[in-house]
């Protein structure tokens, strides 16, 4: 074993350190130098970009401070938020109450951010703010005069939604899309065809319009448009139309024949027939709307003169298809005297219909009609039991296929309900407000 004397452990100890100092300042001198932290406040990101009414948002960031009285946080300029905590990278705000929304459903709103520090800043995001609608009935559009002729009886405004938030709507001049459950409405942008005068609606994309002499239908949701010429002849007004599939349903001539569609390039020498002919048919427009359970059974309504009594009385006339099988009569007078406005088969031997004289009729199959003890200006069922009728300003509902009623909603003065959609338990009533010439449409949301 080698023996160091102590003189020379000191210096192999001081050499040893030496070396040590020297590799590390040579390593120091071989790293890059850190630029200095940037000390600018700045907004990073946000818990959501779509968050919900009543939400507590976060915001994250840098150097966003920790004194809340030096962050003022805005909606649209309008709405200051409340700051709760600031932690430097976080803040939470809590956005307003949806009561201080004026609409339903998700509109993009700007977020402003201002921080009066030692060093100030100010941005503006976009973020969308979701309103969620109300549990109930609820206003949940109304606008001046945006459906033209509404009010008109010759033109049948429809209104239908496949979905919970895509719905269509159309009127004498057009249609109309909605993405949002009935909040806003807009025509598709490359929707240029007039005198839309019925809608059939099979999904969110596929749609039939109405025209004269004309079928337009659109597979995208109403971004393209294909226009077809009906049969040589068929010039009337195209009142009522259904669609099985895409390519496959009916159409209806206001003066008295249906039409089988069958194909998807509607040739009019083979994929669209002429499948019945009223016997009252050329005598002026006698048929009006539709509706259709299935390609067997469907029921058209309308008016025609009968020649049995002197002078000739103007009836009601019904076009029944029962399993496959054509029926046309007459109502008597028993029943009612004035033109049937509206039509809805539920099934072969079950259907509702509103007269011109707001009397609700019911139809039991085999030519049977009574007359329901509501009166309506408009009426829809969702089953054989269950159904909404809207009457002097108000709304009714009848659990027990029309027998008594029960005042479910108060609309506004001069309200008038002229048609009902409804989807997944959802209800829609569009109408006329008769003193301001307003349009609106009510909303019953179950959940």
């Known amino acids: 074993m080698l023996i160091l004397s102590p003189i020379l452990k000191a210096r192999v100890c001081a050499i040893f350190v030496l070396s040590f100092l020297l ?8 790293e890059p ?6 000390p600018n406040p700045k907004v990073n990101s946000f818990s959501s970009l779509s968050p919900h009414a009543n939400d507590t948002l976060l915001i994250y960031g840098l150097h966003l401070g920790t004194d809340p009285s030096k962050l003022k946080i805005r909606l649209n300029d309008s709405i200051t938020l409340s700051v709760y905590q600031c932690k430097d990278s976080v803040v939470s705000v809590i956005l307003p109450a949806a009561s201080q929304f004026n609409y339903y459903g ?3 709103a700007q977020l402003s951010v201002q921080i009066n520090g030692s060093i100030p800043y100010s941005n503006t995001f976009t973020i969308s703010i979701i309103s969620p609608e109300p549990k109930g009935w609820f206003d949940i559009y109304r606008q001046s005069g945006i459906f033209k002729y509404f009010n008109s009886p010759s033109i049948n405004i429809s209104i239908a939604f496949p979905s919970d938030s895509i719905g269509y709507l159309h009127y004498k001049d057009g249609m109309l899309k909605t993405t949002d459950g009935g909040a806003t409405w807009k025509q598709p942008a490359s929707y240029h065809y007039g005198n839309a005068l019925c809608l059939s609606v099979l999904d969110s994309v596929h749609v039939w319009s109405g025209d004269i002499g004309f079928i337009n239908t659109t597979s995208d949701g109403g971004n393209t448009w294909q226009n077809y010429r009906m049969p040589s002849g068929l010039n009337d007004l195209i009142t009522g139309q259904y669609m099985a599939t895409p390519t496959t349903g009916y159409v209806v001539g206001a003066q008295g024949r249906i039409f089988r569609i069958s ?25 009006g709307s539709l509706s259709v359970v299935d390609m067997d059974n469907l029921m058209i309504v309308g008016g025609a003169s009968d020649i049995t009594v002197f002078p000739s009385v103007y009836r009601p006339l019904i076009a029944c298809k ?32 509103v007269d011109g004289n707001n009397n609700l009729l019911k139809y039991t199959g085999n030519r049977t009609w009574t007359v329901l003890p509501q009166k309506a200006n408009a009426a829809w069922f969702t089953s054989e039991s269950n159904g909404y009728a809207a009457y002097n300003e108000k709304i009714y509902q009848t659990t027990d296929g029309g027998q008594s009623w029960t005042s479910v909603y108060t609309l506004h003065s001069g309200d008038v309900v002229i048609n009902f959609a409804t989807h997944n338990g959802k209800v829609w009533a569009m109408g006329n407000n008769t003193t301001s010439n307003t349009n609106f449409i009510v909303k019953y949301n179950p959940k």
């Open 23 to 30: 590799m590390t300042t040579a390593c120091k001198k071989n």
């Open 263 to 287: 194909g998807s390039n509607f040739d009019t020498t083979s994929e669209i027939k002429l499948e019945y002919q009223s016997k009252w048919y050329l005598s002026a427009n006698i048929w």
């Open 322 to 353: 029962t399993n496959g099988v054509y029926d046309e009569y007459l109502l008597p007078a028993s029943v009612t005297t004035a033109g049937i406005v509206e039509i809805q088969m539920i099934y072969n031997a079950l259907g509702f219909a």
């Open 33 to 38: 130098i850190k630029p200095p932290a940037d």
């Open 106 to 108: 998700s509109r993009p």
